[in-house]
């Protein structure tokens, strides 16, 4: 549709072109344009006659094709012009300034300075065949120069075009480029929220069943303690939904996200685990410093998890150290368990043989070397290669479990 529209206006520009080349044919010959600079310039040697008109047509018909064709249409007008000039009426249409400002315009240097020097050849050609025109110095450096201007004229067209097409090519690059960065921040950001809710929920769950076990057993014997017990539970749910609900907000809104914890919360997770009925240290070495909040958070939650995993796989007897050592340029964190209570497999505080879910061990697995490979220990991995550190994984020599991580802070 483009096509047939292009070439239909190119038309009517070539009949249009026609119409007014031969009427200044015409004037020229029947001396209405005498005493002008126009009459001076364009006076035939010969008088204009039939033959010459339809000459002059011609050589406008050629401006139809002149964007599929511009170079072999710009010969074709030529060749007329020439034989005006060299039978002496003197006379040359407009058309091939047309031509060569398309040639300029719609084809690439090496073929618009190809047009280009078609026609100064073919001026020079009819200049040396008709020596007897009255035509001077000026009107050669004229001629020569409106050439080169409509030859300019095309090449800036051209060239402003190209800059527009790579314009719009570079912002449609930009513009993939934004999208593709998008959908890699929002994979990010599903897999960033997918390990927190894992960990959370994980931690949480974890705490909760084992209180709610510790009342089911204490409940008809000690009916304070399974209180205690159940209002653990019921502090530990509401943290659980409370940091669940940040993290969902997370996807509605940027702006809902509540705070995240971090290394200052570690002695409020210490103390829910003892009252979760592990017994837990924490030590702390060095002077604390402020810490990105990347690695802040990824610390808390492989500490939480470690403790988790003890919670659940290391018994009832059990006794877990966190040690935090704050030095110069990184942060190191350790998680020990001494699995004193792995023998008691099938007690209601742990999971069954398979339980997995936090990545690590099964009851009775401490000390025998095996890893977990659940979705926690991936988890801590991931969290730990992000930001560049060193993570240690695995059984202690004489029994028990330990995870260590290293952070440099740099």
Not at 65 to 82: E, I, N, Q
Not at 379 to 394: D, S
Request: with cysteine; aromatic share 4%.
């Amino acid at each position: 549709m483009h096509n047939r529209r292009a070439l239909l206006i190119d038309s009517a520009l070539a009949i249009g072109l026609a119409v007014v080349s031969v009427s200044l044919f015409v004037l020229v010959d029947s001396g209405e344009l005498a005493g002008s600079a126009a009459g001076d310039l364009l006076r035939p040697v010969r008088e204009p006659d039939g033959g010459a008109a339809v000459l002059v047509g011609l050589a406008c018909l050629p401006v139809a094709v002149r964007r599929r064709w511009p170079l072999a249409a710009l010969c074709a007008s030529l060749l007329p012009d020439v034989v005006l000039v060299i039978t002496g009426y003197g006379f040359s249409s407009v058309a091939h300034l047309v031509l060569l400002y398309s040639v300029a315009a719609y084809r690439g240097l090496a073929v618009a300075l190809g047009g280009l020097l078609v026609s100064l050849l073919a001026y020079a050609l009819a200049v040396v065949s008709a020596e007897e025109l009255p035509v001077t110095v000026a009107v050669h450096v004229l001629q020569v120069a409106i050439l080169a201007g409509v030859w300019g004229m095309g090449r800036g067209l051209r060239l402003r075009r190209a800059y527009l097409e790579e314009l719009k090519d570079r912002a449609s690059r930009l513009e993939r480029a934004r999208e593709a960065d998008a959908r890699a921040a929002k994979a990010e950001e599903r897999s960033r929220i997918a390990r927190e809710l894992h960990d959370v929920v994980a931690h949480h769950v974890s705490v909760m069943t084992v209180q709610a076990a510790a009342a089911r057993r204490v409940l008809t014997e000690d009916p304070e303690q399974a209180r205690e017990a159940l209002s653990a539970i019921e502090s530990t749910g509401r943290v659980a939904m409370r940091e669940m609900r940040d993290l969902v907000g997370v996807l509605r809104s940027p702006a809902e996200r509540g705070p995240q914890p971090g290394m200052e919360s570690l002695p409020m997770l210490v103390e829910q685990m003892r009252e979760a009925g592990l017994a837990t240290d924490l030590v702390v070495e060095g002077e604390a410093a402020p810490l990105p909040a990347g690695v802040d958070l990824a610390a808390y939650r492989l500490i939480q998890e470690g403790l988790t995993n003890s919670l659940r796989h290391a018994g009832t007897a059990a006794r877990a150290v966190v040690t935090v050592r704050h030095r110069p340029g990184e942060l190191d964190v350790e998680v020990l368990d001494d699995g004193q209570g792995a023998a008691t497999a099938g007690s209601p505080e742990r999971g069954g043989p398979g339980d997995r879910s936090t990545g690590e061990r099964g009851p009775g697995e401490a000390g025998r070397g095996e890893r977990g490979r659940g979705h926690g220990l991936v988890g801590i991995r991931e969290r730990v290669a992000i930001y560049g550190g060193i993570l240690k994984v695995g059984p202690r020599p004489g029994g028990g479990f330990e995870i260590q991580a290293r952070f440099p802070l740099s």
